[in-house]
Antibody, heavy 120, light 111 residues
C-alpha cells in the first residue's frame, strides 16, 4: 500500500524558513515524480512544485520560484520542500503527492497534509 | 498561468446525473489529453477520480466519467449517491514551464 506522511509544518514568522518532509513507502520511490500541492484555508488546490524521478529535474509555480526548493533523498525514500522568505500568503495545508513515471502524470496518491502557518 | 474555470457549485438529487465543467485554454486543457479530476471530502486529502481525460483508476466507481471538447473538460457523475457530496477539482498539464494548473473547485451537494 502506498503511504505518504508529511512532517515539519508549524508556525513561522513572515520572512522565516521551514523545511517540510514527506516519507514514502509502498512503492519504488526513486522511480516516480513527486510533487507538493498546497491549499490555503477555505481555498482551492494550488500546485507548488514537482521533481522528476529520473534526472531530478525540478519545476516551480511562479509564486514560489526563487524562494522554495524541492529535493529528494532516494536512499531515505523522502521528499523535501525547503521554504524560505515565507509570506502570509504561503500559509496553507501542504500535501505531498506521488505522480506517475513522468512529470506530466496525474497525482495518484496524496499524503494527509501538513499545516504551515505564517504569522507574527 | 490562470486557474481553470469551474462552477462554484452544482447540485443534484440521488439517482440523477450531474456534469461539472472545467474550462481552460489552448495552452493547457485544449493542448494536452492530461486532464485529471480529484474528489476532496471535508478535512480529507484529495483523491484521484479520473486521469488522462477519461481513464478511471482501479477502485473508482464507473459512475464517474470524464470527457473533453476543445478547451473544456467535463466530469460526469451518474446515479448520484449521498457519498458523492464533496469538492471536485480539475487539473491540467500546462507545459514544461508552468507544469500544472488546477481549477478553482466545485462543491457538489446531493439534495
Amino acid at each position: 500500500e502506498v503511504q505518504l506522511v508529511e512532517s515539519g509544518g508549524g508556525l513561522v514568522q513572515p520572512g522565516g524558513s521551514l523545511r517540510l518532509s514527506c516519507g514514502a513507502s509502498g512503492f519504488t520511490f526513486s522511480t516516480y515524480a513527486m510533487s507538493w500541492v498546497r491549499q490555503a484555508p477555505g481555498k482551492g488546490l494550488q500546485w507548488v512544485s514537482t521533481i522528476s524521478g529520473g534526472d531530478d529535474s525540478t519545476y516551480y509555480a511562479d509564486s514560489v520560484k526563487g524562494r522554495f526548493s524541492i529535493s529528494r533523498d532516494n536512499s531515505k525514500n523522502t521528499l523535501y520542500l525547503q521554504m524560505n522568505s515565507l509570506r502570509a500568503e504561503d500559509a496553507a495545508v501542504y500535501y505531498c503527492a506521488k505522480k506517475g513515471l513522468a512529470v506530466t502524470g496525474q497525482f495518484d496518491c496524496w499524503g494527509q497534509g501538513i499545516l504551515v502557518t505564517v504569522s507574527s | 498561468q490562470s486557474a481553470l474555470t469551474q462552477p462554484a457549485s452544482v447540485s443534484g438529487s440521488p439517482g440523477q446525473s450531474i456534469t461539472i465543467s472545467c474550462t481552460g485554454a489552448s495552452s493547457d486543457v485544449g493542448n494536452y489529453n492530461l486532464v485529471s479530476w480529484y474528489q476532496q471530502r471535508p478535512g480529507k486529502a484529495p483523491k484521484l477520480m479520473i486521469y488522462e481525460v477519461s481513464k478511471r483508476p482501479s477502485g473508482v466507481s464507473n459512475r464517474f466519467s470524464g470527457s473533453k471538447s476543445g478547451n473544456t473538460a467535463s466530469l460526469t457523475i451518474s446515479g448520484l449517491q449521498a457519498e458523492d457530496e464533496a469538492d471536485y477539482y480539475c487539473c491540467s498539464y500546462a507545459g514544461s514551464s508552468t507544469l500544472e494548473v488546477f481549477g478553482g473547485g466545485t462543491k457538489l451537494t446531493v439534495l
